[in-house]
T-cell receptor, first 112, second 114 residues
């Protein structure tokens, strides 16, 4: 089992460019999540997907879109990157509520 | 202010010393999760607490949940350099409508000097 995988690990974008962060889990989990981590802020939820075919906004959704492609994959898209989106992005998955979330290794994104 | 406050924000201890990290919620706790993160890596799950008064241990790390105070504490006994990292608490503060969403504290950076 690879657990939760994320690609790429590092990315540098220029302001206005777009990109998609990929996330996949092989644990047959129902729920998947995207967080961003900034210094002194902990993790903040961007979007989540409670089950295949559903997505919903979290605490900081502006500037992002998501796609739950199938049960395994949950992607995060930045349509027009801004320096404020410089952050470390984590994907996580969970079997059901009441169970722990499993995290991927993260994507370190810099927007210049 | 944050829904979930951790204290202290950073901690430097000598190897062998005991330490405690606190996590306090401004909302009702329906579940409290402790994670550890090494720099540049993802989060590793440590423990989950769901009931008031619950206490769990893993090796030299013990976590307790005080439902009345809406607070959890993480205690490390006889710290080692391998305990160094960032400790984060995450909480389910929405209960049945949360779909498993977690709110996280800002993290506590632990340094252990040999």
């Amino acid at each position: 089992n690879a657990g939760v995988t994320q690609t790429p690990k590092f990315q540098v974008l220029k302001t206005g460019q777009s990109m998609t962060l990929q996330c996949a889990q092989d644990m047959n989990h129902n729920s998947m999540y995207w967080y961003r981590q900034d210094p002194g802020m902990g993790l903040r939820l961007i979007y989540y997907s409670a089950s295949e075919g559903t997505t919903d906004k979290g605490e900081v959704p502006n500037g992002y879109n998501v796609s739950r492609l199938n049960k395994r994959e949950f992607s995060l898209r930045l349509e027009s990157a801004a320096p404020s989106q410089t952050s470390v992005y984590f994907c996580a998955s969970r079997e059901n509520r009441g169970h722990e979330q499993y995290f991927g290794p993260g994507t370190r994104l810099t927007v210049t | 202010s944050q829904e979930l406050e951790q204290s202290p924000q950073s901690l430097i201890v000598q190897e062998g010393k005991n330490l405690t990290i606190n996590c306090t919620s401004s909302k009702t706790l329906y579940g409290l999760y402790w994670y550890k993160q090494k720099y540049g890596e993802g989060l590793i799950f440590l423990m989950m607490l769901q009931k008031g008064g619950e206490e769990k241990s893993h090796e030299k790390i013990t976590a307790k949940l005080d439902e009345k105070k809406q607070q959890s504490s993480l205690h490390i006994t006889a710290s080692q350099p391998s305990h160094a990292g960032i400790y984060l608490c995450g909480a389910d503060v929405q209960g049945g409508t949360s779909y498993g969403k977690l709110t996280f504290g800002q993290g506590t950076i632990l340094t252990v000097h040999p």
